[in-house]
C-alpha cells in the first residue's frame, strides 16, 4: 500500500512539473522579451520531473536489491543451519567412535549408541531439509551420497545393541 502511495505522489509530481514547463513555454513561445519569471518557473517545472524520476528509478533499484538479499539471506541461513546439523552429527560419531575404542566395556557401547541415535534423527531432518521436492530448494546438489554413509556407519555402530522397532 506504501508502494501505490509513493507511485502515484511521484506520478502527480512529474506530471506536475512536466504541466508547469509545458505551460511557460507556451506563454513565452513566440515572445521577443519573454518574462524572467516565467522562464525560470519553466525550468524549476523541467528539473522537478527530471529530479523526480531519478529518485524513482533509484528508489526502485534499491527495492530490488533489498528483495534479493532477504530471498538469499533466508536460503544463506538453512544452509548454515543444515552445515551446523551436519557437523554435530560428525563430532557425535567420531566421540562415539573414540570412546569405544578407548573403553572396551559393553556399559559403554550401550551409552554411545544411545547417543547415535540423536544422530540418525539428525541426518534424517537434513535429508527431509534437503529433498528436492520441498519448494525453493530444488537448485541443492544431491547430498545424499554425503549423508547416507554416515547413516549407514551409525547404522552398523547400533545394529545388535538396540531393538528394532521397524522389523516388528
Not at 506504501?2 to 506520478?11: F, G, H, S, Y
Not at 543444515?82 to 559403554?108: G, I, M, N, W
Not at 527431509?128 to 551420497?145: H, K, N, Q, S, Y
Amino acid at each position: 500500500m506504501k508502494t501505490d502511495r509513493l507511485t502515484i505522489v511521484l506520478v502527480i509530481a512529474v506530471t506536475l512539473g512536466l504541466a508547469l514547463s509545458g505551460a511557460t513555454l507556451g506563454l513565452t513561445y513566440g515572445h521577443a522579451n519573454p518574462n524572467d519569471l516565467l522562464t525560470h518557473l519553466g525550468e524549476t517545472g523541467a528539473t522537478l520531473a527530471v529530479v523526480t524520476v531519478l529518485g524513482g528509478l533509484v528508489r526502485a533499484a534499491f527495492m530490488e536489491r533489498d528483495k534479493s538479499t532477504a530471498k538469499g539471506g533466508g536460503t544463506a541461513r538453512l544452509y548454515r543451519s543444515l552445515l551446523a546439523d551436519f557437523k554435530s552429527v560428525y563430532d557425535l560419531v567420531e566421540s562415539c567412535r573414540l570412546l569405544v575404542e578407548a573403553h572396551q566395556s559393553a556399559k559403554t557401547y550401550g551409552e554411545q549408541a544411545r547417543a547415535l541415535v540423536g544422530g540418525v534423527v539428525t541426518l534424517h531432518n537434513i535429508k527431509r531439509a534437503l529433498d528436492p521436492e520441498f519448494r525453493g530448494l530444488a537448485c541443492i546438489p544431491d547430498v545424499g551420497t554425503t549423508i547416507r554413509p554416515t547413516n549407514v556407519s551409525i547404522s552398523v555402530c547400533t545394529r545388535g545393541c538396540l531393538p528394532d522397532a521397524r522389523r516388528g
